[in-house]
């Protein structure tokens, strides 16, 4: 990955902004653009302390996501990576491990979802590879990938549970959160 362009942090989308929902398309090609705006998201991930974060999250409709565990997961030799245009072609097991998101901040619950998982998914220079990954790698990616189909982690929980958390999103919509990365909330217009 080429890392000669000025990187630059972006504003996370929270809650609320509707680009959270859309499904974004694949990608046909990585363009400098895109290489700037991958840099972009790693750094603007690192700064907000997230090991995982989408394109959509920065309002970039692109199925593109940047997955960094490489402090948290014992995994030294893991490098941050790029995932583009990502699909399971296998999974195994179920298990339920808390999430959080930087779009949903100081919201966490536990999630039910594959144990396991295969990808096969395009690098940055648009060679399909293939990737089978558990633990919190396995995790990360799943999570990642509900937002490039316009999917929160709270919409895998229980009426009674969302119930429970609506005065917290509410105040996360209105942009009523004590987090120290820069944000914005896009209730009708979105970049693309
Ligand atoms: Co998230």
Redesign the pocket.
């Given at each position: 990955m080429k890392t000669e362009f000025d990187v630059s942090l972006l504003p996370i989308y929270l809650y609320g902004s509707e680009v959270l929902k859309k499904k974004a398309p694949r990608m046909t090609e990585v363009t400098d653009d895109d290489i700037r705006l991958i840099q972009d998201m790693l750094e603007t991930m690192h700064e907000a302390s997230g090991i995982?974060?989408?394109a959509t999250?920065v309002g970039e409709l692109k199925q593109l996501l940047v997955i960094d565990l490489s402090d948290s997961d014992g995994r030294t030799e893991m490098k941050p990576m790029a995932i583009i245009n990502p699909e399971i072609i296998a999974t195994e097991g179920m298990v339920e491990i808390e999430?959080?998101?930087?779009?949903?901040p100081d919201i966490r619950e536990a999630v039910k979802r594959p144990e396991k998982i295969t990808i096969r998914f395009h690098d940055t220079t648009m060679t399909l590879q293939e990737l089978t990954a558990d633990g919190m790698l396995a995790r990360v990616i799943q999570?990642?990938m509900?937002?490039l189909n316009g999917v929160?982690?709270i919409d895998h929980l229980s009426t009674a549970k969302r119930t429970f958390l609506k005065n917290k999103l509410r105040k996360i919509a209105k942009g009523e959160v004590d987090i120290d990365y820069e944000f914005v909330i896009d209730k009708k217009k979105t970049k693309r």
């Open positions: 995982g974060l989408a999250q999430e959080g998101c930087l779009s949903i999570h990642e509900d937002h929160l982690f």
